[in-house]
């Protein structure tokens, strides 16, 4: 038996990509560019200008000013055999396009593609991803599989289908969030119900193909959070909702919709899980932001971050500390403690909004159709025809 020893790493192994990233991290420090553990595939350069070099594994987006943009090309062509595709339009299956007032950030070719695939793309579009539910156990249309109902067969590419609305969910269309992670339960055992609710997201992502994030060049308005919970939105497994979405400039550029890990035993008790979680992203999000605008040189923002919610009692327990009662003495510290200690350090700030503007409403229901499109405008979703 031989054993082989490669001089150097080869496509397609497990390690290349690591290999590829080290290769590169040491020629960007030796040049003095500076990464740090909390984005480590972004790397900044102050001089009379900035640069900021941001990296998925081969596919590169270079940011800055025009004159350390040309030098930092011209310095990577000098060690690595590269094309300079021009300003970015399409990125990791994102599209971007230039106006002169912002960017949009859409995929409409890849949502093309997949109503083609699974024979939607001549489907009637609607309104919304989903009808509002009943939370009743028995009227409930995407209850889970009952004893006697078929089970879906390979035949029906329900898992298929589910991945490709998590690709689109995850990076441009957060106005599907909801309705997927509540589908995408049921990828085990689907029954015909679960799978026309798929194609109700498909039939209205049919009518929405242009629907994008507008990221506006002019906007003052820093970062800022929504958190927001649906008690008992899963009455099958008493479980509750989480969702919240961040945004920068008054377009989202962080959200999530995830069923909760516990029981929560009230309305409260389930918004403070949400405002813990959606505390912890706020963190990241800071972290990251700051570390960028500092090594370039830029004003950092020493304000705290607000994050809206529409939980009074949650909200006063948040500025007031942690109050012991019948209704909260079960309640896990952990989930008050470290959104205090943010609050204390002026890093988080959380207020109280009226339920009919919090968009994360979003992420934790079906929502009727007008309530719906005003959140999804409220995100900073826009048509690419109306820019």
């Known amino acids: 038996m031989y054993s082989i020893k490669l001089q150097r790493s080869l496509y397609g192994l497990k390690q290349s990509g690591r290999m590829w990233y080290n290769r590169l991290s040491d020629y960007l420090t030796s040049k003095g560019y500076k990464n740090n553990a909390i984005c480590p595939c972004v790397f900044t350069k102050k001089t009379s200008g900035y640069v900021i070099i941001a990296v998925y594994v081969d596919d590169l987006n270079i940011i800055g000013t025009n004159k350390e943009i040309l030098e930092v090309i011209e310095l990577l062509k000098k060690e690595f055999e590269m094309k300079d595709l021009g300003k970015t339009k399409y990125c990791l299956g994102l599209q971007i396009e230039h106006f002169p007032n912002g960017i949009l950030v859409h995929q409409s070719n890849y949502t093309e593609r997949v109503l083609k695939r699974f024979n939607m793309d001549n489907a009637n579009p609607l309104s919304s991803p989903m009808v509002v539910r009943s939370l009743n ?58 799978w026309n609710g798929i194609k109700h997201i498909f039939r209205y992502i049919r009518g929405t193909t242009d629907l994008c994030l507008f990221y506006s060049n002019d906007s003052k308005q820093d970062l800022i959070g929504y958190a927001d919970a649906g008690y008992l939105s899963d009455p099958h497994k008493a479980r509750s909702q989480t969702g919240y979405v961040f945004m920068n400039g008054g377009t989202a550029i962080s959200w999530r919709s995830q069923k909760q890990t516990l029981v929560a035993t009230s309305s409260n008790h389930a918004e403070v899980i949400a405002v813990d979680a959606a505390s912890r992203e706020c963190s990241w999000l800071r972290s990251m932001t700051q570390l960028i605008l500092t090594s370039c040189g830029l004003d950092k923002d020493k304000a705290p971050t607000l994050i809206y919610e529409d939980n009074a009692a949650c909200v006063y327990q948040m500025k007031e500390r942690y109050i012991k009662s019948d209704r909260t003495k079960h309640i896990p510290r952990k989930f008050f403690e470290y959104t205090q200690e943010l609050i204390k350090k002026h890093q988080v700030e959380i207020k109280y909004v009226q339920s009919s503007k919090n968009a994360a409403d979003l992420f934790t229901k079906a929502l009727p159709t007008k309530v719906f499109r005003e959140h999804v405008h409220a995100i900073g979703m826009r048509s690419v025809h109306s820019k």
């Open 137 to 194: 156990i028995d009227k409930d249309p995407y209850r889970p599989c009952e004893e006697n109902e078929e089970v879906l067969g390979p035949e029906v590419p329900y898992l298929n289908a589910t991945g490709a609305l998590m690709y689109l969910t995850n990076c441009t269309r957060p106005d599907i969030s909801f309705a997927v992670n509540l589908l995408a339960r049921f990828s085990s055992s689907p029954t015909r119900r679960h």
